[in-house]
């Protein structure tokens, strides 16, 4: 069994006061034994981080002390001469063991923002990938994540509040096409509408079916999985995929 978690952020007047309540909520987390967590994307008022290690110092402290990895949310990060969106993880030891870039910048960003290329699996607890925010709407992203070996998807999203229904539906059904519990992490206040999501998978006479449990205001939630519960059904599902002309 892993314990995931998700951290659901409100607005705060700057990024020091942001990155306090993002401590606060991983604390509690780390304090309910939850093995890997995550924040939502871009949920501090200066969304650029140029140094993630130094910004999220914090973070890492908490990740060590808690023995817990932290998907420390996404942010505008320039690497060379490229703008990206990039989500930073953080080992159980402190460790910053890498980025995820986001595959589909969304609408407005792709006037400045360059795509992510490949997507990444990380392993600590767990084989976990990470679908960034608008990354959920596309199936190959989730699908070509769980090929790699991914037992579980994360998702640090900002998620207007017109848009909650449909991405609580993307989330149920990157699950159900995968056979993984998705965790999806949004920030709430005047114009975010929260209602972080994280989806689990139960079987009915053969029938595949999602159960939901989401977060409203600033708080966490998190859930015990057993990871390899649904593997043969993935397999099954993955044999069968595609056969068509």
Same mark, same amino acid.
């Given at each position: 069994?892993?314990?995931?978690?998700?951290?659901?952020?409100?607005?705060?007047? #700057?990024?020091?006061?942001?990155?306090?309540?993002?401590? !606060?909520?991983?604390?509690?987390?780390?304090?309910?034994?939850?093995?890997?967590?995550?924040?939502?994307?871009?949920?501090?008022?200066?969304?650029?981080?140029?140094?993630?290690?130094? %910004?999220?110092?914090?973070?890492?402290?908490?990740?060590?002390?808690?023995?817990?990895?932290?998907?420390?949310?996404?942010?505008?990060?320039? %690497?060379?001469?490229? &703008? =990206?969106?990039?989500?930073? +993880?953080?080992?159980?030891?402190?460790?910053? *063991?890498?980025?995820?870039?986001?595959?589909? $910048?969304?609408?407005?960003?792709?006037?400045?923002?360059?795509?992510?290329?490949?997507?990444?699996?990380?392993?600590?607890?767990?084989?976990?990938?990470?679908?960034?925010?608008?990354?959920?709407?596309?199936?190959? +992203?989730?699908?070509?994540?769980?090929?790699?070996?991914?037992?579980? &998807? !994360?998702?640090?999203?900002?998620?207007?509040? /017109?848009?909650?229904?449909?991405?609580?539906?993307?989330?149920?059904?990157?699950? &159900?096409?995968?056979?993984? $519990?998705?965790?999806?992490?949004?920030?709430?206040?005047?114009?975010?509408?929260?209602? %972080? *999501? *994280?989806?689990?998978?139960?079987?009915?006479?053969? +029938?595949?079916? $999602?159960?939901?449990?989401?977060? +409203?205001?600033?708080?966490?939630?998190?859930?015990?999985?057993?990871?390899?519960?649904?593997?043969?059904? =993935? /397999?099954?599902?993955? #044999?069968?995929?595609?056969?068509?002309?």
């Amino acid at each position: 069994m892993i314990k995931l978690g998700i951290g659901q952020t409100i607005e705060t007047k #700057s990024n020091e006061d942001g990155i306090k309540q993002a401590s !606060f909520l991983l604390e509690r987390l780390g304090k309910n034994e939850v093995d890997i967590a995550c924040l939502p994307e871009q949920f501090l008022p200066d969304n650029t981080i140029t140094d993630f290690e130094a %910004s999220f110092s914090q973070f890492a402290k908490i990740a060590k002390q808690y023995s817990m990895t932290i998907i420390a949310g996404a942010f505008y990060n320039k %690497s060379g001469k490229e &703008l =990206r969106i990039s989500s930073p +993880v953080i080992d159980n030891t402190g460790q910053f *063991i890498g980025t995820q870039h986001k595959i589909h $910048p969304f609408d407005y960003e792709k006037d400045s923002i360059q795509p992510g290329k490949e997507v990444k699996i990380f392993s600590t607890k767990c084989k976990f990938g990470v679908v960034i925010c608008y990354d959920m709407v596309f199936a190959d +992203v989730a699908e070509s994540m769980v090929k790699k070996g991914a037992q579980v &998807l !994360f998702s640090p999203a900002r998620i207007v509040r /017109r848009g909650i229904h449909p991405w609580h539906i993307y989330c149920q059904t990157r699950s &159900l096409e995968n056979r993984v $519990p998705v965790l999806g992490a949004n920030m709430q206040n005047a114009k975010f509408g929260g209602k %972080s *999501i *994280i989806v689990d998978l139960y079987e009915d006479q053969g +029938v595949m079916i $999602p159960k939901t449990k989401m977060t +409203v205001g600033q708080g966490i939630r998190f859930e015990e999985f057993d990871l390899k519960k649904f593997e043969k059904s =993935r /397999r099954i599902r993955y #044999s069968d995929h595609k056969k068509f002309v």
